[in-house]
C-alpha cells in the first residue's frame, strides 16, 4: 500500500511537471510572439486617447490648410481639411509619445516649449555663443519645426526596427515599383553634330564622369527617356542627341534592400501607422461656431 501511494505521488509528480513544462512553453511562445509582432499590430492597441481642440487650436491648423490650398475651398471642404488635419497632427504626436520619442502634446505645451526655446536662444545670442536657425520663433514656425522633428524621428525609429513584416512588405513595394530602384547601368544614345550622326554607349562610371566633362548631357542621359531629344550647341556647332536605349540594372530586391525598406517606410508605412492612430484616437471639438450653431444663436 505504501509502494502504491509513492508511485501515485511520482506519477503525480511527473504530470505536475509536464503541466509546468507546458505551461512555461506556452508563455514562452507567446512572450516571442509578442516580441515578433509586427509594428502594425503594436499600433492597433493605441487606442482610448482623447484631446479636446478648441476654437483658438482649430484657427491655428487653419492656417497651415490655407497656406496649403491656393484653390478655392467652400466652407465644409475647409472644415474637413482642418479636422482632418488636426487628428493627423495629434496622431503623430501621439504615436511618438507611446513609442517614448516625445512628450505629450497639447497646443498648450506647445506655446510654453516656445517659450522655452526663445529664452534659451535670446540668452545665447546675448552671450554670443553659436545660433543655428531662426533667433527667435513664431509659433507658426516653432509647430512646424516640432512637427518636422517629430516626424523624423519616427522614421527613425522605424528604419531601426525593421522585422519581417516591414521586410515583406516592402519586397512587395519594391515589385510594384520597380522602375523607382533601377539604376541606369548603360545609355545608348546617337549624337549628330554638324551632319555626322555617330552612335555611343555609356556606362555608369562614364555617366558620372560627364557630369563634370559635359553636365547638360549628363543631365540629360540620366534622366531622360527613349527616343527623348536633346539640343544644345557643342564646340563643334549644333549638337542633337537622341536616346535609343537605356539598359537598367535589374539584379532584383537585395540589391536594393535598403532603398526598398526606406522607400517603403516614407511612402507606405509612415502613412499608414498616423492613420490607424488617427482612426482610433479621434479629436473631440469644443468649437464656438458649433455651439453657437447647435443652441440656435446667429454665428
Known amino acids: 500500500m505504501k509502494y502504491k501511494t509513492v508511485k501515485y505521488r511520482k506519477g503525480f509528480s511527473i504530470l505536475l511537471f509536464l503541466c509546468v513544462g507546458l505551461y512555461l512553453l506556452t508563455g514562452c511562445a507567446k512572450k516571442e510572439e509578442k516580441t515578433k509582432e509586427n509594428i502594425l499590430g503594436t499600433v492597433k492597441e493605441f487606442t482610448g486617447y482623447q484631446r479636446e481642440i478648441g476654437q483658438e487650436e482649430y484657427e491655428f491648423y487653419t492656417y497651415f490648410i490655407e497656406r496649403e490650398n491656393t484653390e478655392q475651398l467652400t ?16 496622431a503623430l504626436f501621439h504615436l511618438a509619445n507611446k513609442l517614448q520619442l516625445c ?8 506655446k510654453m516649449r516656445m517659450e522655452q526655446e526663445n529664452e534659451v536662444r535670446k540668452v545665447k545670442k546675448e552671450k554670443g555663443e553659436a545660433l543655428y536657425g531662426l533667433e527667435q520663433f513664431t509659433l507658426k514656425q516653432f509647430f512646424q519645426y516640432r512637427k518636422d522633428t517629430v516626424e523624423a524621428a519616427l522614421r527613425s525609429y522605424l528604419e531601426g526596427h525593421i522585422d519581417e513584416y516591414i521586410i515583406q512588405q516592402a519586397k512587395i513595394y519594391y515589385e510594384e515599383n520597380k522602375e523607382k530602384f533601377h539604376i541606369r547601368e548603360t ?5 549628330s553634330v554638324q551632319g555626322t550622326t555617330e552612335t555611343v554607349t555609356v556606362d555608369r562610371n562614364q555617366l558620372n564622369f560627364l557630369a563634370d566633362a559635359d553636365p547638360g548631357l549628363a543631365d540629360f542621359l540620366a534622366s531622360g527617356e527613349e527616343q527623348e531629344c536633346y539640343e544644345d550647341v557643342h564646340l563643334e556647332g549644333n549638337r542633337k542627341v537622341v536616346i535609343k536605349e537605356i539598359i537598367y540594372n535589374k539584379e532584383g530586391f537585395e540589391s536594393n534592400r535598403e532603398a ?7 511612402q507606405e508605412l509612415f502613412p499608414e501607422l498616423i492613420s490607424i492612430v488617427a482612426k482610433n484616437n479621434p479629436v473631440q471639438f469644443g468649437l464656438d461656431f458649433m455651439e453657437k450653431s447647435v443652441s440656435g444663436e446667429p454665428e
Open 75 to 90: 466652407a465644409e471642404e475647409m472644415e474637413k481639411k482642418v479636422r482632418d488635419y488636426a487628428n493627423e497632427v495629434n
Open 103 to 110: 512628450e505629450p502634446y497639447s497646443y498648450e505645451t506647445l
Open 187 to 191: 545609355v545608348i544614345y546617337e549624337e
Open 260 to 266: 526598398a525598406i526606406s522607400a517603403y517606410i516614407q
